[in-house]
């Protein structure tokens, strides 16, 4: 036997009982998750993938036949593929703001009617037990800029069903909201080609 053939076959070895021990660890870590429960999922940070991350448990839980609800805050000046794709689906309720960027309205007191009625969509989604899942799109935006008020919120979100997941987007979530979520993601802006010059692309920025 040659000396490389020796040396594959003692990888090879080190290799299966390596994934051995690893498998009786994740079968362990599986085993002991037995809670059942609507989540809160956090989706924030500078990067791009938090909308197109929600609109992914979107596409799984349609996949999947559960009722969900979408309330998109700001969007609505161009029509985002999400939308087109989702809004006449009979298992998604979808409700979009339609006001643009505040930058674009550059109008305060117009931005917080809006929200406002944007919100009570929200609520109703979060009150409704037959809701299985509910986006809330560029939510933390409404709180930041102090649109919405943050208790309110908080309060919808903690008192839903008991087993609605929701996901929230948006960047600088408030400590508040991360407290109460169950999973967290933090998107790092390491890198966008909007940085150089390159125009927003269809399917892939909306
Ligand atoms: P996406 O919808 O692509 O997942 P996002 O929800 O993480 O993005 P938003 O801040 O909601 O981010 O951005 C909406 C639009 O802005 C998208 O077209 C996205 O590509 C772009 N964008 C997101 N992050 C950045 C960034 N760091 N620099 C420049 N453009 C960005
Ligand atoms: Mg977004």
């Known amino acids: 036997m040659s000396n490389s053939k020796a040396s594959n076959e003692d990888r090879n070895k080190r290799h299966k009982k390596a994934m051995q021990r690893k498998k009786e660890h994740v ?33 799984r839980s349609v996949g999947h036949g559960l009722r969900c609800g979408v309330v998109q805050f700001i969007k609505g000046l161009w029509e985002c593929g999400e939308q087109k794709l989702f809004e006449d689906n009979p298992l998604v309720e979808f409700h979009v703001m339609k006001t643009g960027f505040t930058w674009e309205t550059q109008d305060r007191e117009k931005d917080i009617a809006a929200a406002v009625k944007t919100w009570e ?64 993601s933090e998107v790092a802006d390491t890198k966008h080609a909007f940085n150089a010059g390159i125009k927003v692309q269809k399917g892939i920025d909306y």
């Open 27 to 59: 079968d362990n870590r599986i085993a002991e998750a037995t809670i059942d429960k609507g989540l809160l999922v956090v989706l924030t940070g500078n990067g791009k993938g938090k909308s197109s991350s929600a609109f992914g448990m979107l596409a």
């Open 121 to 184: 969509k929200a609520e109703a989604l979060l009150s409704n037990e037959e809701i299985d899942v509910v986006i809330l799109d560029e939510l933390t935006y409404m709180l930041t800029y102090g649109y919405l008020e943050g208790t309110m919120v908080l309060d919808a979100l903690k008192n839903r069903p008991s087993q609605q997941h929701v996901v929230v987007t948006g960047r600088n979530a408030s400590k508040e909201l991360i407290e109460i979520a169950d999973t967290v």
